[in-house]
């Protein structure tokens, strides 16, 4: 069984740029959730994807945007990019229907706005 | 709205020492509360959780926890820490099924003295 894995690693963007990170959901899952975790912070939930619609939204604006794909993978986008953007972007999968609706969290993608 | 508050940005104990992190809540439905370690560039390990029954509950790492409903706390606790705690950990809370995903305190930052 295989965990939450994201990608890339880190990345670095100029303001203005548009960005996506992504994240593969650990298996049997079928819930997919990105949260933001600026330095020194706790994270902060951005938004929540089931069954390929995003049906739960943090106080994010619309420049962040996502995407489930059939195999519960996902994509967080986020354009216009912003020096505040910089933060660690965490993926967290988890079975919703299944009792529990633990999340299991990836390692995350530091990105870093200049 | 619902909130985490982690009274203690830093604690400080040395090795072989008892540990307590506070943790306390708000949240106007039944909560669903966990505690998750962060080691230094990482993403969030999953420590234990609290649905429902038990108000004790057992973790990995010979963590345990207990729900007190009447003063909204979950607090986390170890009878005897090792160097390799030392670790940045958060309480969150969240809701069986919600698509609000979950809310996490600041997070206390834990420094163990050899």
């Known amino acids: 069984e295989t965990g939450v894995t994201q990608s890339p690693t880190h990345l670095i963007k100029t303001r203005g740029q548009q960005v996506t990170l992504r994240c593969s959901s650990q298996?049997?899952?079928?819930?997919v959730s990105w949260y933001q975790q600026a330095l020194g912070q706790g994270p902060q939930f951005i938004f929540q994807?089931?069954?390929?619609?995003?049906?739960g939204r943090g106080n994010f604006p619309p420049r962040f945007s996502g995407l489930q794909f059939p195999n519960y993978s996902s994509e967080l986008n986020v354009n216009a990019l912003e020096l505040d953007d910089s933060a660690l972007y965490l993926c967290?999968?988890?079975?919703?229907?299944?009792?529990?609706?633990?999340?299991?969290f990836g390692p995350g993608t530091r990105l870093t706005v200049l | 709205a619902q909130s985490v508050t982690q009274p203690d940005i830093h604690i400080t104990v040395s090795e072989g020492a008892s540990l307590e992190l506070r943790c306390n809540y708000s949240?106007?439905?039944?909560?669903?509360l966990f505690w998750y370690v962060q080691s230094p560039g990482q993403g969030l390990q999953l420590l234990l959780k609290?649905?429902?029954?038990?108000?004790l509950v057992q973790g990995i790492k010979g963590f345990e926890a207990e729900f007190k409903r009447s003063q909204s706390s979950f607090n986390l606790r170890k009878p005897s820490v090792h160097w390799s705690d030392a670790a940045e950990y958060f309480c969150?809370?969240?809701?069986?099924?919600?698509?609000?995903?979950?809310?996490f305190g600041k997070g206390t930052h834990l420094i163990i003295q050899p």
């Open positions: 967290a999968s988890s079975l919703v229907g299944g009792g529990t609706d633990t999340q299991y």
């Open positions: 298996s049997g899952h079928n819930t």
């Open positions: 994807y089931y069954r390929e619609e995003e049906n």
């Open positions: 949240y106007g439905a039944t909560p669903y």
């Open positions: 609290y649905f429902s029954g038990d108000t």
């Open positions: 969150a809370v969240g809701a069986l099924g919600g698509a609000d995903g979950l809310t």
